[in-house]
């Protein structure tokens, strides 16, 4: 099977995870982060008595201290919030296209610092090296119909899709081109009908499989 950017992007971000070292280096870089800001409060009010004492060019000088501490600080702490955000949306992603990996084997994640500090690096690597295994060594099964659909019912694009093995990721792709199937008359009348009085969020159009709509998906799986 062919892999995505984004999913290729989102494996190793994965595989990242699985690694001691890389739960190791965030809580390093958070703790840089306190030192840097506890250097800040220091210098802040090192700088105010300076002031106070009279004398502001060494006031000046502590508060410029101060700033590069705590753009420091700040330097560390975005680095390790983008890192853990970049992890969960590989997650959101991945889980998407292998819809088939039980629940059980995604990890749950934090943007608690708190959380991330009493993290213990070995047993958050284990989480993500099962889920890792599970990924590679099962590559097919975001590619895999859940079940065969029933020519008699009436499927979304996307529940369809499934059904016919389209990936996730393509999954809006192939909606808009059964759309646009039937606005151009390319599917029998027999295979697509409208929701009448449908919900909000609800599809427009309901469709059923036929020759045609199965060309299609093979077009979408390869």
């Not at 992007?9 to 306190?34: C, G, K, V, Y």
């Not at 800040?40 to 060019?57: M, T």
């Not at 958050?124 to 008699?152: H, I, M, N, Q």
């Not at 081109?177 to 009085?197: F, H, K, S």
Request: proline share 7%; with cysteine; net charge positive.
């Amino acid at each position: 099977m062919a892999v995505s950017k984004p999913i290729d992007e989102a494996l190793d971000r994965i595989f990242q995870a699985s690694q001691p070292s890389w739960w190791e280096s965030l809580q390093d870089m958070e703790r840089r982060a306190r030192q840097h800001r506890q250097r800040v409060w220091e210098l802040q009010a090192e700088a105010g008595r300076i002031r106070k004492s009279g004398a502001p060019d060494g006031a000046i000088t502590a508060a410029k201290l101060a700033r590069a501490e705590y753009e420091a600080a700040n330097q560390y702490s975005q680095i390790v919030s983008r890192s853990v955000t970049d992890l969960q949306n590989a997650i959101l992603c991945l889980r998407r296209a292998y819809p088939t990996v039980p629940d059980s084997l995604w990890p749950t994640l934090s943007l608690d610092i708190r959380v991330l500090m009493g993290i213990d690096p070995v047993t958050a690597a284990g989480d993500f090296k099962r889920l890792w295994d599970r990924l590679v060594t099962r590559p097919a099964d975001a590619s895999k119909p859940s079940e065969p659909p029933v020519a008699s019912e009436w499927y979304s694009a996307a529940e369809l899709g499934r059904k016919l093995g389209v990936p996730e990721r393509r999954l809006i792709a192939f909606r808009i081109a059964l759309y646009r199937m039937r606005a151009r008359r390319q599917l029998p009348d027999d295979a697509w009908q409208e929701v009448r009085d449908r919900r909000t969020k609800k599809p427009r159009y309901l469709f059923r499989p036929c020759p045609a709509i199965d060309d299609r998906a093979g077009k979408y799986r390869q």
